[in-house]
């Protein structure tokens, strides 16, 4: 009785990678290097400028809520140019505006928000954004720097604990806000995300569809 060949590695949804706040120079380009790090490690990108950031048309808005509407027409195109699942990854204020869109379709599997700004001087901005991410069922990863000027460790851990389901944190010991968004932990926080996705949203799922595709 011999040993047959290992089973494949289920299939890994795509990622959909949402820039930091568009008011604050945040752009596509921002997101290369993650781009890069999880697509060294098998998995579809696609990063793309909302609206009124570098050819994008429209108008950037202050607290992100046209964005959604950016960030579910990408995850349309997505889906069907892929046929595959999703998985929204969102920094800084590129954060709550993913986590918005986050119910949007079943293809979006997870969500991975990297220095949510959940801070008292961020709300004023962006709590529009906080009840979808804080209701969904969905799997949730959250990627914080301690030294995070605008959400405290303190501030992020009273958030998760209102949620429910597949929540998950990991700090960064002695990294601040920007750090994070810097190119010296692009690796990290790919890394932490693609293990997440192979935890909790590898496989068919109620999103899956036929075909597939490669985005860079």
Excluded at 12 to 38: K, N
Excluded at 71 to 96: F, I, Q
Excluded at 171 to 191: C, I, M, Q, T, W
Aim: charge should be negative; glycine fraction near 16%.
């Amino acid at each position: 009785m011999g040993l047959g060949p290992p089973a494949p590695e289920p299939a890994l949804p795509a990622i959909i990678l949402v820039h930091q706040w568009s008011m604050m120079g945040g752009q596509a380009s921002l997101m290369y290097g993650i781009a890069h790090e999880l697509n060294e490690r098998g998995l579809h990108v696609v990063t793309f400028d909302m609206r009124g950031v570098g050819g994008s048309s429209g108008h950037k808005t202050i607290n992100g809520q046209d964005e959604v509407r950016d960030v579910e027409a990408v995850c349309e195109w997505a889906h069907e140019r892929l046929g595959m699942d999703l998985v929204l990854l969102g920094s800084s204020a590129g954060a709550p505006v993913a986590g918005s869109a986050i119910d949007f379709r079943p293809y979006i599997r997870a969500y991975v928000g990297v220095g949510y700004v959940f801070g008292l001087l961020s709300s004023v901005i962006f709590w529009p954004h906080y009840k979808a991410v804080l209701r969904s069922s969905k799997p949730r990863l959250f990627i914080q720097g301690t030294e995070d000027g605008y959400t405290s460790p303190a501030q992020l851990q009273s958030k998760l604990d209102k949620m429910s389901g597949v929540v998950e944190k990991h700090l960064v010991p002695g990294v601040g806000h920007f750090e994070l968004e810097g190119p010296d932990y692009d690796s990290l926080v790919a890394r932490l995300a693609v293990d997440f996705v192979r935890r909790h949203a590898a496989g068919p799922g109620p999103g899956a569809g036929a075909g597939g595709g490669g985005a860079g």
